[in-house]
């Protein structure tokens, strides 16, 4: 079995211009594998810390420390590794720093340095990625059904238009990957038009979707619903809608703040809110719905609407199985944004996982706000077989990268392989027993 030989990092730009880690590993056999830490800006306070050097160079954002402790404190850690051993090269990394959001080590050097292992694994086996990690793992591989934003609130830097951090559409009734493009791209495309004629346009986002000057946060979902008809969809049919409310960047428990309506809201309210926007619109999936330390309000929101709609924990769950394990035990969400980084290794990301899959819950797999062209979140949604996959819009290459990698993926899979509806369609039984309760 390959082992590695050379571990080695330097300093790359992300999406953003951004200064991040990529991590190099070579083995025994020559083969090399890389991966590259993604970053968030709305970031969740219970997930892996995103070493920065502080100070005033590169607005403080410079990595050197992350490098660094790759290059002398990891690399020595593992080189000898059996390749193939995930666990334990995963295991060496949560072991040289065991603070609960590896702050010394940084998340950002861990979890380059745990991506490029599974590359360097998949490389030394002659395997895409995507069948090595459904055969390492046991899954059954799919093609994802992704999460696409068509609109989003920009960045805390660049001062948001809209409170809703993300619009999205999903194409549950597309026959296959290519035919959810080919629809996405018809709305974008009628989105922009929209925004255009009625003088809203003003931009992208970060994340590629159109950056629009709205009056209120329900005009967005409205013409989002309108961009779907135009496109020559029935909205509800072939095509829904997901919004990212990221609801820690709103507010509080009992005090939250919607800029764009000029309200201000407690957890009851925002609860109606979105109650109302779930009876109003096609909306399937709802990530964040209330802040991160607002357990009591989770649990009434998933009570509420986890029978209609997906309830996604992002910063909730920080893609932490202890967290899972606790929202599963207050019934908070039922379903897990899959965030590599958060975690800090991929082993941590897949206990998490494994959490969640544990109770029947659905698995988002997702990139970050701050990308790059590592493609490795469209192998790692079809290699689980989680069944679906954000990477936020359908512009920007390191974004459209990613789409790009599931047709080539779906070519090699065969169409057959597309989740489409499916992941939607399985309820946890824990969800279903809910219902049942309320119903009866
Ligand atoms: P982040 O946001 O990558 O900036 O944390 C993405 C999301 O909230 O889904
Ligand atoms: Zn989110």
């Known amino acids: 079995m390959s082992v590695i030989t050379h571990v080695f990092a330097r300093r790359v730009w992300d999406s953003r211009g951004h200064p991040t ?51 002398r404190l990891i690399a020595p850690a593992i080189i ?25 080590l940084g998340g950002n050097a861990t979890v380059a340095v745990s991506l490029a292992a599974i590359h360097a694994a998949a490389a030394s086996q002659g395997r895409p990625l995507w069948q090595h990690i459904s055969e390492t793992y046991n899954r059954i591989p799919r093609i994802p059904l992704p999460q696409i934003q068509i609109f989003g609130a920009g960045t805390t830097d660049a001062g948001h238009r809209l409170d809703i951090q993300d619009l999205m559409v999903m194409v549950p009734g597309a026959k296959d990957f290519d035919e959810v493009l080919e629809v996405t791209c018809e709305i974008y495309l009628a989105a922009g038009e929209l925004l255009s004629w009625r003088g809203e346009r003003t931009g992208v986002t970060d994340e590629g979707g159109h950056w629009p000057a709205f009056d209120s946060n329900e005009q967005a979902i409205e013409l989002l619903t309108l961009a779907i008809q135009k496109a020559g969809e029935k909205p509800g049919a072939r095509v829904v809608i997901a919004i990212d409310m990221a ?12 800029d764009l309506d000029q309200r201000n809201l407690d957890t009851a309210a925002m609860l109606d809110l979105m109650g109302r926007w779930i009876e109003a619109y096609p909306i399937t999936s709802i990530e964040d719905p209330l802040s991160e330390d607002d357990t009591e309000g989770w649990m009434e929101f998933n009570r509420r609407f986890g029978g209609q709609v997906q309830v996604v924990g992002d910063d909730y769950l920080a893609t932490n199985a202890k967290r899972v394990q606790e929202a599963a035990r207050d019934r908070a969400c039922n379903a897990l944004l899959l965030t590599v980084g958060q975690a800090g290794t991929l082993t941590e990301a897949l206990g998490a996982y494994h959490s969640a899959e544990a109770q029947g819950w659905r698995t988002i797999v997702s990139a970050r706000s701050g990308e790059s062209e590592d493609v490795t979140v469209s192998h790692l949604a079809t290699g689980l077989g989680c069944g679906q996959l954000k990477v936020g819009s359908f512009t920007r290459s390191e974004r459209v990268a990613k789409w790009n990698e599931c047709l080539r993926i779906q070519d090699e899979l065969g169409t057959s392989a597309f989740a489409g509806a499916e992941p939607l369609e399985r309820a946890s039984t824990h969800e279903r027993g809910t219902n049942q309760h309320e119903t009866t």
Do not use: C, W
Request: glycine fraction near 12%; hydrophobic fraction near 40%; avoid cysteine.
């Open 80 to 104: 000898g590794l059996p390749i193939l051993d995930q666990f334990t090269i995963d295991e060496r990394l949560i072991a040289l720093d065991p603070s609960p959001r590896k702050e010394h």
């Open 21 to 71: 880690v990529e991590a190099a590993i070579r083995l025994d056999s020559g083969v090399i594998g890389r991966g590259i830490a993604p970053a968030g800006a709305s970031r969740g306070a219970h997930e892996a810390a995103d070493l920065r050097d502080g100070g005033t160079r590169l607005a403080g954002m410079d990595v050197s420390k992350a490098v660094d402790n790759v290059n």
């Open 247 to 258: 609801a820690s960047r709103l507010g509080t428990r009992d005090a939250y703040r919607l």
